[in-house]
């Protein structure tokens, strides 16, 4: 069985920086694409970040590119999402997500998702 977990979340001021961490279990994603997507109440689910874990290859979000990074350690099978710079519209609920179904990795159509860590930057 598939397992995501996040962690890594809290509180923060702006311009602070929070870590988060999606441990995958039950699923080796040696080349694959793995993704940081995030909601904020009342708004759509977006993606933040996503990495291809054959080559490295990372993409962002126009509105992250600079101040988040993503990265990934395979020996312990955990993504990372370094969050530098943070603002308050940056709060939101932040998924992690493994295996996209379709060809975007911006687009929330991924085969496994975890259930989510929270980020609230205050001003």
């Known amino acids: 069985q598939v397992q995501l977990v996040e962690s890594g979340g809290g509180s923060v001021q702006a311009g602070g920086s929070l870590r988060l961490s999606c441990a995958a279990s039950g699923y080796t994603y040696s080349s694959d694409c793995m993704a940081w997507f995030r909601q904020a109440p009342g708004r759509e689910r977006e993606g933040v970040a996503a990495?291809?874990?054959?080559?490295?290859?990372?993409y962002y979000a126009g509105s992250v590119k600079g101040r988040f990074t993503i990265s990934q350690d395979n020996a312990k099978n955990t993504v990372y999402l370094q969050m530098n710079s943070l603002k308050p519209e940056d709060t939101a609920m932040y998924y992690c997500?493994?295996?996209?179904?379709?060809?975007?990795?911006?687009?929330?159509?991924?085969?496994?998702w975890g259930q989510g860590t929270q980020v609230t930057v205050s001003s």
């Open positions: 997500a493994a295996h996209p179904l379709s060809g975007s990795w911006y687009l929330d159509e991924y085969r496994y």
């Open positions: 990495i291809y874990t054959n080559d490295g290859g990372t």
